[in-house]
């Protein structure tokens, strides 16, 4: 039997609330699936299974506040499930399977007509406004656009103070502050910025587009992102994690990919072996990550498998920034918006689109030389962006 204990989601997040069991008593599972819907400061994470077998005793109902390593439900092998059975039928009885679900069959999902996509059912309650209901109420009232687009099935109450603004988005900037004073007060940051022609990237990307439509067309950040993961392949100590034993590096990148919430604060969630895909991948991967980040609708492993985050200022006109690494990552890249500029080609002086990047690293890692290495290899990665 295996304990299933609530997982680490974040560095900022010690607590979240279990909002809704996706399996139950008697389900198979594999790893990697969905078993339950937690709710955190970054959002509602979907929590997944580590081993294969078939759910025993939930431990824990829906609604109630958990820590960080609370033992979530019981897990057996197939093995252990079917050993009460087995031994029933050589007595010669056979009785239901010991863990078989014990709940009504859920009603269809049905989603909302046009009409009925109100705030409805809100109510007065001690200086709050209490929305009772499915999440697309919330939805609406948050102003996060058609619930339709985001077909949740669960029913679960949340508060938003009359003044405006939702209390877990406030909680969300509090734990990034935190975390981000921790990587302060921790970290022996050294930061080496570098200003890296990126027209043959750009001029790239608009040919590729001329002959691509819709959902289909590329933005620059995929290249980007891989030239980036490239260039981390070749200096490695850029790229792990830093803990009790000291530094482990990862062979593989993934890429955590920072994005605005919806209301305020910001998460990081990873897009897993960035290095290994192509750069079409990565964008169907921007794609479809980014809007459920928004929306906090994120899976706990794409909450905590980030070896280094990409902050990527893309909109705006910030020439940089100089950002924290995100504990226990040892290092962060930041690009800021692509500008023209003034750039020297041998004796001629004419303008490029030019984008800086910096590399805030952990001195107990690595050191300004490391980060002057993979600033060298990026530059020359994105200088050739068709052969990405």
């Given at each position: 039997m295996i304990e299933f204990k609530?997982?680490?989601?974040?560095?900022?997040?010690?607590?979240?609330?279990?909002?809704?069991?996706?399996?139950?008593?008697?389900?198979?599972?594999?790893?990697?699936d969905v078993i339950a819907l937690a709710e955190t400061q970054a959002g509602a994470i979907e929590i997944e299974a580590f081993d294969e077998g078939v759910i025993g005793e939930q431990r824990v109902q829906p609604g109630r506040q958990i820590e960080v390593?609370?033992?979530?439900?019981?897990?057996?092998?197939?093995?252990?499930?079917?050993?009460?059975?087995?031994?029933?039928k050589a007595r010669g009885a056979?009785?239901?399977?010991?863990y078989e679900r014990r709940r009504s069959a859920r009603p269809p999902t049905v989603r909302p007509r046009p009409a009925e996509r109100t705030p409805a059912g809100c109510q007065d309650a001690g200086g709050m406004l209490t929305i009772n209901g499915s999440p697309s109420a919330w939805l609406l009232a948050n102003g996060a656009g058609d619930p339709a687009e985001f077909p949740f099935d669960h029913a679960r109450e949340l508060r938003m103070s009359k003044r405006g603004g939702w209390s877990a988005r406030e909680d969300l900037r509090k734990?990034?502050?935190?975390?981000?004073?921790?990587?302060?007060?921790?970290?022996?940051?050294?930061?080496?910025?570098?200003?890296?022609?990126?027209?043959?990237?750009?001029?790239?990307?608009?040919?590729?587009?001329?002959?691509?439509?819709?959902?289909?067309?590329?933005?620059?950040?995929?290249?980007?992102?891989?030239?980036?993961?490239?260039?981390?392949?070749?200096?490695p100590d850029l790229n792990g994690h830093y803990g009790e034993r000291g530094f482990l590096p990862s062979s593989a990148v993934h890429m955590g990919l920072a994005t605005p919430l919806r209301g305020?604060?910001?998460?990081?969630?990873?897009?897993?072996?960035?290095?290994?895909?192509?750069?079409?991948?990565?964008?169907?991967?921007?794609?479809?990550?980014?809007?459920?980040?928004?929306?906090?609708?994120?899976?706990g492993s794409e909450?905590?498998?980030?070896?280094?985050?990409?902050?990527?200022?893309?909109?705006?006109?910030?020439?940089?920034?100089?950002?924290?690494?995100?504990?226990?990552?040892?290092?962060?890249?930041?690009?800021?918006a692509a500008a023209p500029r003034p750039w020297a080609i041998a004796d001629t002086v004419c303008?490029?689109?030019?984008?800086?990047?910096t590399v805030a690293g952990d001195h107990r890692v690595s050191h300004t030389l490391r980060a002057a290495e993979f600033l060298s290899r990026l530059?020359?990665?994105?200088?050739?962006?068709?052969?990405?």
């Open positions: 609530m997982p680490t989601l974040a560095a900022e997040i010690e607590a979240a609330t279990l909002i809704e069991w996706f399996k139950q008593p008697g389900d198979h599972i594999k790893r990697g390593g609370t033992v979530l439900a019981t897990i057996f092998s197939s093995e252990e499930a079917d050993r009460p059975l087995r031994a029933a056979v009785p239901g399977h010991p734990a990034n502050g935190a975390a981000m004073l921790r990587s302060h007060r921790e970290i022996p940051h050294y930061w080496v910025s570098h200003a890296i022609d990126a027209t043959p990237l750009l001029d790239w990307v608009e040919a590729e587009n001329a002959g691509r439509q819709g959902e289909n067309r590329l933005l620059y950040l995929a290249p980007l992102m891989k030239a980036v993961a490239l260039a981390l392949k070749d200096v305020g604060g910001l998460v990081a969630p990873a897009i897993r072996d960035t290095a290994a895909r192509s750069v079409d991948e990565l964008m169907l991967a921007i794609a479809a990550l980014a809007p459920r980040a928004r929306l906090g609708r994120l899976r909450m905590t498998d980030a070896t280094i985050v990409l902050n990527n200022l893309a909109a705006g006109n910030a020439d940089g920034i100089f950002p924290l690494i995100h504990p226990p990552q040892v290092a962060i890249i930041a690009c800021g303008v490029r689109q030019v984008i800086q990047v530059s020359e990665l994105l200088s050739k962006p068709e052969a990405l």
